[in-house]
């Protein structure tokens, strides 16, 4: 799938969107002396509690991995190689689980199927949220997650699936020139008549026709 | 698990988060005579686009199906008994697809194990704009979605998972009392406590202590 060039507007341009969507973006050089108060991660948090769910099901768990604390420090030695030169200089690493099956006492878990789809959105939410409050925040996939659930105890029935790294912009002179080169790329997306349809699959929605 | 009752600034009430995430939730009574214009359609479909997703696989599809298009009525007759008293009413229905595998040309679904959670961070995208262009927007998965693929020609490498109605709020004594009187539930969520871990699982973060 090719991208189909610039941008314009009514053609998909992510400036035509509302804050905190429009700005939105995945940078990887963080601050690395930035710390979160509290009253900024129960507000993440928060985001996440209030984000929909099939049959109020509430699927997504986090793991909150403060920069040096304990559950960071197991995060961060299981990260990708690629993801270990930035996720460690982020604030905060929330690391999201779906709870796919029931709890010891019978609770949660009962929409298997809608498990992953809602724990993605309340990921969104936490990430959006953070963009209002002037952070920024990264999700990645790229760790051992199989050895970070058995070192944080989490249970059979919660699958992790991802990380949600927080914090602050740092200065691109701080980190390895391939590191900062990283947030330079071209961001690309395909055609919105790629991925929107009309009366019939493949027959792209009318409103996207020239 | 039970709700810890009232919400209290710190412990998670939606209202300490930022809009569009303070004022989303799912109504279920929409005004049956408002129309969509092409451009807002544009960029809800646009906040699918810019949504995060793994290796930017992008898996989410969206089948816009206008009140009262093709699409629209092949997804209304296969709505079940609840949703077909309220869904028929919104200006529009998305029907969301996750790509899982790659498509006749080898494109797209590269990220198997992430394609139901990053379609939803793309269903909760267009969520949020939704309710930051002043419209409401309620998901459902309640629909059959064997039958609704086989109409509408959905390959087989597209999982349909929900579908999106989005509207302007209707007036509830248009509706049936029982319809009207979804609207007026308390909206429950578990305590955050319960979903957010510190140094391990089952241990809660302790910024949550009081």
Redesign the interface.
């Known amino acids: ?1 090719t991208d189909a060039g610039p941008d314009l507007p ?5 400036e ?6 429009r700005t ?1 973006w ?1 940078p990887s050089v963080f601050d690395d002396s930035h710390v979160l108060d ?2 900024q ?3 993440l ?8 769910s ?1 049959g ?1 099901a ?1 699927p ?5 991995a403060e920069r040096g ?3 960071h420090e197991v995060l961060v030695r299981h990260l990708s190689r690629g993801n270990a030169r930035w996720v460690p200089r982020a604030s905060l690493v929330l690391v999201v689980g ?1 709870q796919h099956a029931p709890d010891e006492r019978g ?2 878990g009962y ?1 298997p ?2 498990a ?6 309340a ?3 936490v ?3 953070a963009r ?2 002037g952070l920024e925040a990264h ?1 990645f ?1 790229g760790f051992d997650q199989e050895a970070v659930a058995a070192e ?4 059979a029935y ?1 699958r992790l ?2 990380g949600i790294a927080v914090g602050v912009r740092g200065d691109p002179a701080d980190v390895p020139d391939r590191d900062a080169e990283r947030d330079e790329r071209v961001r ?3 055609p ?1 008549s790629a ?8 027959t792209p ?1 009318q ?2 026709e020239p």
């Open positions: 799938m009514g053609q998909g341009a992510q035509t969107l509302a804050e905190p969507l939105r995945s509290r009253d991660v129960v507000r948090l928060t985001a996440a509690r209030w984000a929909p099939c109020n509430q997504a768990h986090l793991v909150v604390s304990p559950s779906a609770e949660g929409k199927r809608y992953d789809y809602d724990t993605g959105q990921a969104a939410h990430t959006l949220q209002a409050m999700q996939a944080l105890g989490v249970p919660v699936l991802a690309r997306r395909v919105l991925r929107a349809h009309g009366d019939r699959w493949g929605w409103g996207l």
